[in-house]
């Protein structure tokens, strides 16, 4: 009986032993780092160290030269962009009540026609927004349907039914951009929205003297 006890007590301190040490070291494991923004991948280097963009000067000639190539493509991609947007709007507008509508008419005469041609020449960091950023934050918008859904709920003050008419839209314009993504030739998908700003890339003085690397977009960038 005596050595039965001995067992039972020893049990239960090996057991005890075994869980307060697996706890000791559960609240001292090191954390896993945060998981990264969504599309970070498509943003461009800005991690110290890269070696494009922060780190050295654009080469603003070589990306004219590219621009002033693609011209013809970038042109044929632009006007099919806006008939795709063109449709979803008309498709949208139908959709929605007198009152929204006139909301909808209002917010697209507001909207900004295109980007100045004349003005100070771009800054690296403007040059690189749109060669990267920019891109990047319409592949969320294009892939991410809840994003833009949200955006036309809040905005228009959407009621269930409309949202899902609108939520089916949305899928179709995807699927053509998506299309015409897939279609267009390298670099146009990267260039198309740097290309409207050709007027402005021109080396500012500060910088004329100072050697410039190529640059070149990351793949799988959308515009």
């Given at each position: 009986?005596?050595?039965?006890?001995?067992?039972a007590v020893f049990t239960i301190i090996v057991f005890c032993a075994g869980y307060f040490a697996g706890a000791w070291r559960?609240?001292?494991?090191?954390?896993?780092?945060?998981?990264?923004?969504?599309g970070a991948e498509f943003a461009g280097p800005r991690q110290?160290?890269?070696?494009?963009?922060r780190d050295r000067p654009i080469n603003?000639?070589?990306?004219i030269k590219r621009i002033e190539s693609l011209k013809p493509q970038l042109d044929e991609f632009h006007s099919r962009m806006t008939a795709i947007e063109?449709?979803?709007?008309?498709?949208?507008?139908?959709?929605?009540?007198?009152?929204?509508?006139?909301?909808?008419e209002e917010r697209a005469k507001r909207r900004p026609s295109g980007p100045k041609e004349s003005g100070p020449?771009?800054?690296d960091d403007e040059v690189g927004s749109l060669l990267f950023e920019q891109p990047a934050h319409t592949?969320?918008?294009?892939?991410?349907?809840?994003?833009?859904?949200?955006?036309?709920?809040r905005d228009y003050r959407l009621d269930d039914a409309q949202r899902e008419k609108v939520r089916a839209l949305l899928r179709e314009r995807r699927d053509k951009v998506i299309a015409l993504i897939d279609s267009s030739p390298s670099p146009t998908v990267s260039l198309i929205r740097l290309?409207?700003?050709?007027?402005?890339?021109?080396?500012?003085?500060?910088?004329?003297?100072?050697?410039?690397a190529p640059i070149s977009a990351p793949s799988g960038t959308k515009p």
């Open positions: 009986m005596k050595q039965r006890l001995v067992v559960e609240l001292r494991r090191p954390l896993p780092p945060p998981p990264g923004l969504v110290p160290g890269s070696t494009l963009w603003r000639a070589d990306l063109s449709g979803f709007s008309h498709d949208f507008g139908q959709l929605l009540t007198p009152e929204q509508r006139t909301r909808h020449p771009l800054t592949l969320l918008t294009e892939v991410v349907i809840a994003i833009r859904l949200d955006g036309l709920t290309a409207p700003y050709i007027q402005r890339l021109a080396q500012p003085a500060s910088a004329a003297q100072v050697p410039a």
